[in-house]
């Protein structure tokens, strides 16, 4: 059972190689501006049509939805048995049919989101034979079903809202514990929001590799405050401890009060660090489109808030938020444990491609 | 400072169509309120989610009759319990709260700890003149077992803008400092006299 469930976890890594992961992330990002993607969506529509042609007509009808069905809002981060997600689960499906259905997630990913998205799901295979963790994972309770909560590499679902299409809009829908990916692909434009990329444990070893899915957001996140003069500081830590995620899944269209310091407040090489932070999470969709959207967040730079709550020294307990007029991301450690992380990514203005679609 | 006065113009759905949650909490009950503010209203958006440790003593709480289910009234009678510990002021002057809407998640999700309460509620305040104000938010439900979050949101209103908030380390308290433009009062009175002059022209047309 142990040997099956390293075979694919093997398997899935194997898809990607860690390198990608490993080499990306280390420099400054390098917002471009915006770029055709019409390469892109065809490539993606390609994928999603493969993993339709794999599928039998009774799969594709589970797997399919239409583009405006209230599936569209109905993700989560929360395992089976807490929260049912619809669309084809990977433990149902083939070997083939799940190459299939990663080959689609991969192309509307960058590699180095792809990789962050295979971490993340390694991850919860490891909590799953771990028998859970301290925070949320149901120590324990494991992730086969005792006490009918599930997770782990079998209890992740793909779904497709609407027809694949170059033109007309259409969504994929990827998650299960600790991951929700919702790319709407509306002609050559992509949007990744709203998604949340979580992950327990925080760090773990896998092939001799040790793992942290979320590192680089921690790490960069440290970086930025400790490169903020004590007086910057001041302006971007809250006086309050922020213990969850503020705007998580169930928050759709709300819109907070900002708070911290501003972009403009900071000089070329704190917005530069802070640009890095941004694109761990626009990093994960594919290079054209994380271009365009990183562009649109530079040149909104000066009105982007950046706010922190907790420790300053890395390996310390701390929250932080980046809110600009299109961007809201969220870094929340769970309940005082370093080893589980919940994140958000959202665009108050185009969450689910709303600014593309018409109604 | 007087707790509020709290009625119940609507009870709602206490089995509705379920919200996605994204809290699995442990041994924490969170309440996260969410408060919008409007230039004679401030409408409350509060989603309490007991950890799994101690959902049984929170669903103790509810299930006052002891017979495994919570009923419409005993939901009723537990938001009412919740919000008498809400206090919110205008301008130092304490303001009603009335609950809208109230959700309740099923036995099973709230013993998972990850159903989550789900409170609309409303308060009315005395329409806000030109000028900086101050309102104040203070929730101190069962402090000894909860974490909470509270935000404002940005004021949908143009002519209303947030100078300031300040929190107490643990988010039980929330003060805005706000300030209202005089387009925005003017326009409202404007629409106000606009009424009270139609009503007199009507009662003079009346009399003639």
Redesign the interface.
């Known amino acids: 059972m142990i040997a099956v469930k390293t075979s694919r976890a093997s398997l899935m890594l194997a898809l990607v190689p860690l390198a990608f992961g490993l080499a990306q992330g280390a420099g400054p990002s390098r917002p471009a501006p915006p770029a055709a993607n019409a390469g892109t969506t065809a490539r993606v529509v390609a994928a999603a049509n493969a993993f339709l042609a794999t599928l039998s007509d009774a799969a594709r009808a589970k797997a399919t939805f239409g583009f405006a069905s209230t599936q569209r809002t109905g993700w989560s981060n929360l395992p089976t048995g807490i929260f049912q997600r619809n669309g084809l689960r990977f433990g149902d499906i083939t070997s083939r049919q799940r190459e299939a259905a990663l080959a689609l997630v991969a192309a509307a990913l960058s590699r180095s989101g792809y990789q962050k998205v295979t971490d993340i799901m390694n991850a919860d295979e490891v909590l799953k034979n771990r028998g859970g963790g301290r925070t949320g994972g149901r120590p324990g309770g494991g992730g086969t079903g005792r006490g009918g909560i599930q997770f782990g590499l079998d209890e992740y679902y793909l779904a497709l809202l609407g027809a694949p299409s170059v033109t007309a809009p259409w969504m994929i829908q990827f998650g299960g514990h600790h991951l929700a990916i919702n790319v709407t692909v509306v002609g050559p434009d992509n949007v990744m929001t709203p998604s949340l990329p979580a992950t327990q444990p925080a760090r773990y070893v896998l092939n001799g590799q040790t793992i942290r899915p979320l590192g680089n957001e921690n790490d960069k996140g440290f970086a930025l405050i400790n490169a903020l003069d004590a007086a910057q500081q001041k302006q971007a830590i809250l006086e309050y401890k922020v213990s969850d995620l503020v705007l998580g899944p169930g928050t759709d269209g709300k819109v907070i009060q900002p708070e911290g310091i501003l972009g403009s407040a900071m000089n070329a090489t704190q917005q530069s660090l802070l640009l890095d932070v941004v694109h761990e999470w626009v990093g994960i969709l594919n290079d054209g489109a994380a271009a365009a959207k990183m562009a649109e967040i530079k040149a909104n730079l000066p009105r982007t808030y950046f706010a922190w709550s907790g420790s300053t020294t890395n390996g310390g307990l701390a929250y932080y938020r980046i809110q600009g007029p299109t961007v809201v991301i969220e870094y929340a450690p769970q309940q005082g444990d370093l080893d589980h992380i919940h994140t958000i990514y959202r665009d108050p203005t185009n969450d689910y491609g709303a600014k593309l679609v018409k109604p | 400072m007087r707790r509020l006065l709290v009625t119940f113009v609507l009870l709602g759905t206490v089995l509705g169509r379920p ?10 009950y ?1 309440q ?1 309120t ?1 408060l919008a503010l409007d230039i004679d209203r401030v409408s409350l958006d509060i ?1 309490l989610t007991p ?2 440790s101690v959902a049984s003593r929170v669903f103790g709480w509810m299930d006052t009759n002891r017979d495994g289910e919570i009923s419409t009234t005993e939901s009723e009678a537990y938001a009412r319990r919740i919000l008498g510990a809400v206090v919110l002021s205008v301008d130092g002057r304490a303001v009603p709260v009335t609950l809208v809407d109230s959700r309740f998640p099923d036995a099973r ?1 709230m013993t ?1 700890g ?1 159903g ?1 309460i789900r409170l609309r509620a409303t308060s009315k305040i005395p329409p806000s003149s030109a000028g900086r104000h101050q309102l104040a938010y203070d929730n101190d439900y069962r402090p000894e077992m909860s ?1 909470y ?1 509270v ?4 004021p949908a209103d143009p002519h209303i803008r ?1 100078a300031d ?7 039980h308290r929330l003060i805005l400092d706000y300030d209202v433009t005089t387009h925005s009062v003017s326009s409202r009175t404007s629409w106000l006299l606009a009424g009270l002059a139609a009503i007199g022209l009507l009662a003079l047309t009346r009399r003639t």
């Open positions: 919200v996605p949650a994204g809290a699995h909490r442990l041994d924490e969170l996260a969410r989603d950890g799994v999700d998972a990850v989550t974490v979050l935000n404002a949101l940005v947030i908030q300040r929190r107490d380390p643990s988010q």
